[in-house]
């Protein structure tokens, strides 16, 4: 079984510290992915990655960074964290190239005081 | 126009129904199609992907039409278990890693 590992279940920080989500795939794939889940709004991607130091932007990118120094490993980060990324974050990864499905983390779910 | 539209629900169902829910997608070029699960506070778990004849697996059944730009979850015999979220998911393949696009999922809830 795919297994993707987030580091925290739930989260609390202030407006304006500088968050780091990470996330683990023991499975070896190539692509790996960040979303937020808000209620109505469904999962959004943040940013992916299809290779060690490959990343792109996904459709609300906007007050996020990542990183990808391992294939394992894939960092989100928050500059200057505000309230309005209080949300349930995900983590995916999936085999290289198309058509493949995604497997996903338990879930980060952040609080922005 | 959203990507992938699905009718919110709540769908409730009485054990042992049969419900089908159906999902729009807007882009044509769209390669590939899935159906995620998803409990509440849990993460969205592959269901079924959804081949272009069809397929089943168990008590689900997933179609596809093309044509019309659809795709359909259909679950036979509802178990209590089967009460969640379903999300319908679609793959505009960008050729470098597989980027999904998902739906806001349609609720089951599923009674005595």
């Known amino acids: 079984d795919v297994k993707v590992t987030q580091s925290s279940r739930y989260l609390v920080k202030r407006t304006g510290e500088k968050v780091f989500l990470e996330c683990v795939q023991d499975?070896?794939?190539?692509?790996m992915f960040w979303y937020r889940q808000d209620p109505g709004l469904g999962l959004r991607l943040i940013y992916f990655?299809?290779?060690?130091?490959?990343?792109e932007k996904g459709d609300i990118p906007e007050g996020y960074s990542v990183s990808r120094e391992k294939k394992e490993r894939f960092s989100l980060i928050l500059e200057s964290a505000s309230t309005n990324q209080t949300s349930m974050y995900l983590c995916?990864?999936?085999?290289?190239?198309?058509?493949?499905?995604?497997?996903f983390g338990d879930g980060t779910r952040l609080s922005i005081l | 126009r959203k990507e992938v539209e699905q009718d919110p629900g709540p769908f409730n169902v009485p054990e042992g129904a049969t419900v089908a829910f159906n999902c729009t997608y807007s882009?044509?070029?769209?390669?590939?199609f899935f159906w995620y699960r998803q409990d509440c506070r849990k993460e969205p778990k592959l269901l079924m992907s959804?081949?272009?004849s069809g397929n089943e697996d168990g008590r689900f059944t997933a179609q596809l039409n093309r044509a019309s730009q659809y795709i359909s979850l259909l679950i036979r015999d509802s178990k209590l278990s089967d009460s969640a979220t379903y999300l319908c998911?679609?793959?505009?393949?960008?050729?470098?890693?597989?980027?999904?696009?998902f739906g806001t999922g349609t609720r089951l809830q599923v009674t005595l």
């Open positions: 995916a990864s999936s085999i290289g190239g198309g058509n493949q499905p995604q497997h």
């Open positions: 499975m070896d794939h190539e692509n």
């Open positions: 990655s299809y290779d060690v130091k490959m990343k």
């Open positions: 882009n044509s070029a769209s390669q590939s």
């Open positions: 959804v081949y272009s």
């Open positions: 998911v679609v793959n505009l393949n960008t050729g470098t890693a597989s980027k999904l696009t």
